[in-house]
């Protein structure tokens, strides 16, 4: 153990490296390959495997990943980035091992996340670049289709190894390609292993990580089918960090001095989405009775313990987007009823179920979760009889995330989900609601079509003004508040719990590890 005494005074201990930190997820990561990732556990790991160019420090100020320094031009048209040298690729099995990171994996990972056969969501984020050329290899620009405010920020997609892309121009998921079994990045932490799709996922603090040696030495993830038991295994010391602690779990946490609880990911939101190309949910009406129809007031209050707010729209909640004009659907079974009625379904079936002619107001709801998981399976059951009392039958299938997600994204085949949006600083839902992000692996999973949408989410991304943007996300909010694509439901506010060995946590509010290379553990409670 050392000390640090100056002038006979006591300091404090001095920060040593070492230990591990063991982490607990409800499910497993699907994917961890950074273009083709969309779940909150995938990526939480990218975050410690792979690099970017740039990434927001704690503050808010931009700082530099794999890109040392850049220059915007005057008419913010171009942005220049110069790499860092002599940074490598962590070692994989058949490699090398001493991979250097250059301009040409910046240039491949664009034009592969880019590609019109590539499955993935991020390409409406990234449609303002024009081209990307390489100058040297340390020097890459991209020119921009028009003058974009604070674009710097945008550059913060995770970076893949060229080396290992050679033979591919796009990626669908189903390539055989080692970045699947044995993600290879230039983050703090290097891959060690992963058996099965259920098991824990190890990692091991890169020596050569550019921006220094991480402190802690090994991180575990621990997937848990059970939702329930992850508090406690957190409390009897299995586990010495739990992502996402149940609302009900927090005043138990609370109450023991061992821990500690960190609020994050204010920027989210959860509600029920709607396939409209089920010609029954296509017609606006039958979706409003539904926002009608259920208490989501009693929902939240009772199942999440109030921890959060009732929301109308389609933006974040607490951000400069969101238009506190519009109040949220209120619980009125009576007008879901009219609703209903001026829709034509007014002849019941032998169960109870409205119909119009030969269609029945019965659907398939798919949930990404396990039915362990009590607070979901709870919203889920309150949902289905909320719609029950007006006429509405709803089957609920089940499914593990990555049957959920080729069954809402990729094949479509669902009428309604319960999921949750994080968004970033941008607050861009071009990707959730304009018309040319139909279909498969895209954002816009419902198919929602409105012209004057379209309209509207072109003219933000061709304006300079933020006060002009400002108005145009007001009147989308309005807009699709009213054609109620989805339900929108609530925001909650989020809770991790760690462990109060470890030491200097700071959390991202989407990617959560972004800060972790800063964290240590207690020296006497190292393992």
Known sequence: MVLFVISGAFIGFAQESGGTLIYGEYGAPIRLVP??????????????????LVYYAPDGEIKGDLAE????????????????????????????????????????????????????????????????????????????????????GR??????????????????????????????????YMFVSREGSSSEVILKAYERYHLGIPKIEKIIMRPFADQNIITQTLLYGGIDLEIRVPPRDIAEIQGDSR??????????????????????LAIKEVRKAISYAINRQEMLGSFFEG???????????????????????????????????????????????????????EFQMVVPISKENETTKRVILAFQNYLKDVGIGVEIVW?????????????????????????DDSFDISSLFHSREIGRGRNNFGAYKNPEVDALLDETRATLDVEKKRTIYKHLHEILADDTPYTYLWTLTNYAAYNRKLRRVDVHPTRFFTYIRDWYIYEEEQK
């Open 35 to 52: 273009i083709l990732a969309n779940d909150s556990i995938s990526i939480r790991l990218i975050e410690l495997i792979y690099g970017s």
């Open 69 to 152: 320094r850049w220059e915007i031009s005057k008419d913010l048209k171009t942005v220049t980035f110069y790499l860092r040298e002599n940074v490598l690729w962590h070692p994989y099995p058949g490699g090398k091992g001493t991979e250097v990171f250059s301009a040409e994996d910046v240039i491949k990972t664009y034009k592969v996340m880019m590609h019109s056969k590539t499955v993935t969501s991020l390409q409406s984020r990234y449609s303002f670049v024009n081209r990307v050329q390489k100058v040297d290899d340390y020097t890459v620009v991209f020119y921009l289709k028009k003058p974009i405010l604070n674009v710097l």
């Open 155 to 188: 550059f913060s997609f995770k970076i893949l190894p060229s080396f290992l892309l050679e033979k591919f121009n796009f990626l669908r998921g189903d390539e055989d390609m080692i970045l699947y079994k044995h993600p290879v990045g230039t983050g703090p």
């Open 259 to 280: 821990f500690e609880l960190i609020p994050y990911s204010a920027l989210s939101y959860s509600f029920f989405g709607y396939n409209l190309r089920n010609p029954v």
């Open 307 to 361: 921890k959060g707010q009732l929301i109308s729209g389609p933006f974040a909640p607490g951000s400069w987007a969101y238009n506190l004009d519009i109040e949220p659907f209120p619980f009125s079974p009576e007008e879901a009823g009219r609703l209903l009625d001026r829709a034509g379904f007014t002849e019941r079936t032998k169960q109870g179920i409205r119909k119009r002619g030969s269609y029945s107001l």
């Open 399 to 423: 499914l593990e995330w990555k049957a959920w997600t080729e069954s809402v994204f990729i094949n479509h085949n669902f009428d309604i989900i319960y999921a949750d949006w994080l968004f």
